[in-house]
């Protein structure tokens, strides 16, 4: 099916341990960005990539980097994760910015860091 | 101020009833409006978008729009225990800036 791809959906890291979120889409997008969600707090924005060979911050972008790695994937990496970081990960992509039709998000990764 | 205000809820109708959802946005250069739907433990998914002044209308939804006042709403009309979620508000500029949620319940 098309759509956004998220991989894992289940983490567990210990403190100071890093791993990278993968997100691919097969919608031909050309945008894709990184969510994060918290009870209460709503979607904020980590990164995102307006194109291919483009990555800006977002909202909350310290403690992660981003690889928009060519037009499908765009990664997220924690180099070494903190119990604030604890949420779930949304992935999603859009055609250029917002025109006409929003997001597509992936189903996310549950991420907990003990 | 946030950017985007929603009331957290919960909202609590009575099944066929219609469903008032409100948000307020602090950017008047915002250009687009969107509102999506998150079952919980779910993704968000998109069900309705608006970008001129006024209502829009798509089978039980409608979405209304007063850019003077720098407000968005969402109806939904003869409510569904399925109708139950978070419905999150969404606006832009380039980027899609979201309101933290409302919650819906619909009492059978």
């Known amino acids: 099916n098309a759509g956004v791809t998220q991989t894992p959906k289940f983490q567990v890291l210990k403190t100071g341990q890093s791993m990278t979120l993968q997100c691919a889409q097969d919608?031909?997008?050309?945008?894709m960005y990184w969510y994060r969600q918290d009870p209460g707090m709503g979607l904020r924005l980590i990164y995102y990539s307006a194109s291919e060979g483009t990555t800006d911050k977002g909202e909350v972008p310290n403690g992660y980097n981003v690889s928009r790695l060519n037009k499908r994937e765009f990664s997220l990496r924690l180099e070494s994760a903190a119990p604030s970081q604890t949420s779930v990960y949304f992935c999603?992509?859009?055609?250029?910015?917002?025109?006409?039709?929003?997001?597509?998000f992936g189903s996310g990764t549950r991420l907990t860091v003990v | 101020q946030k950017e985007v205000e929603q009331n957290s809820g919960p909202l609590s109708v009575p099944e066929g009833a219609i469903a008032s959802l409100n948000c307020t946005y602090s950017?008047?250069?915002?250009?687009?409006f969107f509102w999506y739907r998150q079952y919980s433990g779910k993704s968000p998914e998109l069900i309705m978008f608006?970008?001129?002044?006024g209502d829009k209308e798509d089978g039980r939804f409608t979405a209304q729009l007063n850019k003077a006042s720098q407000y968005v709403s969402l109806l939904i009309r003869d409510s569904q225990p399925s109708d139950s979620a978070t419905y999150l508000c969404?606006?832009?500029?380039?980027?899609?800036?979201f309101g933290s949620g409302t919650r819906l319940l619909v009492r059978p």
């Open positions: 919608m031909n997008h050309n945008s």
């Open positions: 969404a606006v832009t500029g380039y980027k899609l800036i």
């Open positions: 999603a992509s859009s055609v250029i910015g917002t025109l006409g039709y929003g997001y597509t």
């Open positions: 608006i970008y001129s002044n």
């Open positions: 950017d008047r250069g915002s250009q687009s």
